[in-house]
């Protein structure tokens, strides 16, 4: 089992619409979680990290479940620029970053 | 401007040669990283310094060396290439500070070993 699991997708959205990913994660122990984006053939670039209460940045909102080790990532009014691959990524010490796999948006007008 | 450079971006070459990549940060940070990014887009951590010192040393064949001259430069070396090794290397670097996990990322380096 991957450490972290994400549905790879592609989700196919309009403009305008609300799409949510999900992540889950095995090790019980890890610290910290975080969503990245990375667009195509561009380095991962840190979108936020994610805590228990819930945050938000804009349209976008994290949400992480500690009992369940699930992660989720909500993007409201999708734009053409969000289309992308995010990345939930947690970390389990020495700032050790492992990454899932990815989901990819693909937003159309 | 660029915060974590790394060079080349492009590099193809025969298997069984030794190549070297380098990794720069200004970003006055004391930890910098190398990951790989296979072709099925999976990212996954190959090495981390700290300070020059290693700490973190996934299980990567020992044809790969990375090499920390100073806290501002991880170099990754990589010898008799094989055709698995075709991927994209990221740099990626962090000030280790409690509650910050911030890795900024360099444009990676594309080989292809032929």
């Known amino acids: 089992r991957k450490e972290v699991e994400q549905d790879p997708g592609p989700f196919n959205v309009p403009e305008g619409a609300t799409v949510a990913f999900n992540c889950t994660y095995s090790?019980?122990?890890?610290?910290?979680f975080f969503w990245y984006r990375q667009d195509c053939r561009k380095e991962p670039k840190l979108l936020m990290s994610?805590?228990?209460s819930g945050n938000e940045d804009g349209r976008f909102t994290a949400q992480l479940n500690r009992a369940s080790q699930y992660i989720s990532l909500l993007i409201r009014d999708s734009k053409l620029s969000d289309s992308a691959t995010y990345l939930c990524v947690v970390t389990t010490g020495f700032q050790k970053l492992v990454f899932g796999t990815g989901t990819r948006l693909l937003v159309s007008p | 401007d660029t915060a974590v450079s790394q060079t080349p971006k492009y590099l193809v070459t025969q298997m069984g040669n030794d190549k070297s990549i380098k990794c720069e940060q200004n970003?006055?940070?004391?930890?910098m990283y190398w990951y790989k990014q296979d072709s099925k887009k999976f990212l996954k951590i190959m090495f981390s310094?700290?300070?020059?010192?290693?700490?973190i040393n996934e299980t990567v064949p020992n044809r790969f060396s990375p090499k920390s001259p100073d806290k501002a430069h991880l170099n990754l070396h990589i010898n008799s290439l094989e055709l698995g090794d075709s991927a994209v290397y990221f740099c990626a670097s962090s000030q280790m500070v409690a509650g910050s996990n911030e890795q900024f990322f360099g444009p990676g380096t594309r080989l292809t070993v032929l």
């Open positions: 090790n019980s122990a890890s610290q910290s």
């Open positions: 310094y700290n300070n020059k010192e290693l700490i």
């Open positions: 970003l006055g940070h004391d930890t």
């Open positions: 994610v805590y228990s």
